[in-house]
């Protein structure tokens, strides 16, 4: 099973972008599906993106248009471009990965997704 480890976060001004990736170990990264979702204090976790291995992508309408997520396949990430950020974009993102994998079973369920990284903070000023 594959291990994940999120990186790129950071604090931003409202307006401003910011880059997120999602490395795996312990597995064939390019075969699973992976989603992005994220958690603010005192909120559930919240879908944000995911993609399937064959490159369909789901998106949350409040990052429709803003965000952009993708896979590396020479360095072995799935990233998360953020663009235009705002405030209540503020919260901690993780990465999950959802075995099934094809387009056909891409969901923005979190119980769907697993093998959670320990999370990036992503911190947006107004």
């Known amino acids: 099973q594959v291990q994940l480890v999120e990186s790129g976060g950071g604090l931003v001004q409202a307006g401003g972008s910011m880059r997120l990736s999602c490395a795996a170990s312990?597995?064939?990264?390019?075969?699973?599906?992976v989603g992005w979702f994220r958690q603010a204090p005192g909120l559930e976790r919240e879908f944000v993106a995911a993609?399937?291995?064959?490159?369909?992508?789901l998106y949350a309408k409040s990052v429709e248009g803003r965000f952009t997520i993708s896979r590396d396949y020479d360095r072995g990430t799935v990233d998360l471009e953020m663009n235009n950020l705002r405030p209540e974009d503020t919260a901690v993102y993780y990465c999950?990965?959802?075995?099934?994998?094809?387009?056909?079973?891409?969901?923005?369920?979190?119980?769907?997704?697993?093998?959670w990284g320990q999370g990036t903070q992503v911190t947006v000023s107004s």
């Open positions: 312990g597995g064939p990264f390019s075969h699973y599906a």
């Open positions: 999950g990965a959802d075995p099934r994998g094809w387009r056909s079973t891409l969901g923005s369920a979190s119980s769907a997704f697993s093998s």
């Open positions: 993609i399937s291995r064959d490159g369909y992508t």
